[in-house]
């Protein structure tokens, strides 16, 4: 396990995100720089959603549920969302990552 | 009722990554046939395999990477016929255009990429924190059966019905041949037809290999281990690829000036209903008699027929008596070959790669060969073409076999189009 602070983790998180839906969803990269970006802005569809969570979760190994909520998030919400989903899911620590591994 | 019209081919196979080098390699007599890959070959040392002349996916747009290799293999295929037929995405009577689809195991390598990952997480302790049940969530439009049709439906824009066959080793000839009825009793004016096979692996391959009727390697020349026909065969190497055709109805051709490939003229179709592997002359001679009444055509007007050629003894004898029982005094004068020798089996894309490789003959006047058969059983007295292409043979109509496990026989015809 690795303990990495917070704002790192996010900063990991965010990225994986942003670089998945940049790549393979055509999702312009200067939408990010909103901080008010709201996720229902990305125009994705569920099939998307569930298809970029699924990039988490080949990392972290469990499902994250309902992923339909995020719709309804900022996208600061979400990966702050989804980071505690991971900590909790973990108990407060976080796995070795391959995101983390790389950027650590 | 209308005519219908070939107007567009493409294919990728053992035998090249294209329609025109696969017939080259069909004419050149050498096979594609080779040792499996050692995920393979480590369980199963002994099984051979006709792999594709290419990789699909550095041939596709980067949104198609991680779909099944059965569904890159299609696309590519398709693209090469659509643009052969000149005909761009979403065309103006895209209602009135369908997609006809024939795979025999749709989404074989999805599906065992599903079980390897769900035991590799399971049974690897370096990966015990992970839940062995988090897969892609596309995976299940990945392996569906019908996962080609409706990419090639949705890339190309084509409203009209997009339907899949499966029937074994007939599904693209029964994709054919219920596309050719759709458009000659009026229900659409053109369709894209498919077949693809994409089956190389390690849980595909241990299935086939239970069964007893793969080929033995040849220990001095591998890539002639599948003989179809021969005294020496020891069954068949199953390969992968796609080929594609464009139908259209001739007065949509005809409007466009379309360049003509052929006349889609006849389709015949029976079943045994008898055994599960063990082939039946009866129905094969249905089949192959109906596409002749179809076609108005007498037996000896037929000069090259590709057989479907299984290398298996049962297969090659029985299809040998039936074309006799068709043909009559006509089947001394009938050129017949089993491609199957140098491509290998494509399972559901065989029927429409060797349809398509039989309009390549009878536009071209070259005959493929029945590879590495030069020692004929004498039950099978046809004129198989041995070991080498004829050229400059005057090809009026050709046929094209497809005779499927679970009994489904279909024979296609296609001849020379006049205006």
Known sequence: MLDIGRSSVTHMLEDLIKNYLVTNKQVDPAKFDLPSLQVADLGLDSLDMVEMLFEIEDQCGFQLPDPMRYMQMSFADMVANIESAIREHFNGELPELAFAKAEA | ??????????????????????????????????????????????????????????????????????????????????????????????????????????????????????????????????????????????????AAAALVSMGYGLHGPSNTYSVACASSAVAIGEAFRAIRHGYLDAAIVLGTEAMLTPGTMIAWNALRVMAKPDPLDPASSCRPFSRSRTGFVLGEGAAALVLESEARASRRQAKVVAELSAYGCSSDAEHLTAPSVAEQVNAMQQALDMAGLSPAQVQYLNAHGTATDAGDVVETQSIRKVFGDAADRLMVSSTKSMHGHLIGASGILEFMISLMALQSGSVPPTAYLDDPDPRCDLDFVPRVARHACPIDAVMSNSFAFGGSNVSLLARRYAA
Request: charged fraction near 15%; charge should be positive.
């Open chain 2, 1 to 146: 009722m209308n005519k219908v019209l070939i107007t567009g081919l493409g294919a990728i196979s053992p035998l090249g990554a294209d329609s025109r080098s696969t017939f080259a390699g069909a004419l050149s007599g050498r096979s594609a046939i080779c040792a499996a890959p050692a995920e393979i070959g480590k369980w199963l040392p002994q099984v051979l395999v006709a792999p594709a002349a290419a990789e699909p996916e550095p041939l596709l747009d980067r949104k198609y990477a991680g779909i099944d290799r059965a569904t890159q293999f299609a696309l590519v295929a398709t693209r090469e016929a659509m643009s052969a037929a000149g005909i761009a995405a979403a065309p103006e009577d895209s209602r009135r255009f369908g997609v006809f689809a024939g795979i025999g195991f749709g989404g074989a390598h999805s599906i065992d990429a599903l079980y390897s990952r769900f035991y590799q997480t399971l049974l690897d302790p370096a990966l015990a924190h992970k839940n062995p049940t988090i897969m892609h969530p596309l995976t299940v439009p990945r392996m569906m059966s019908n």
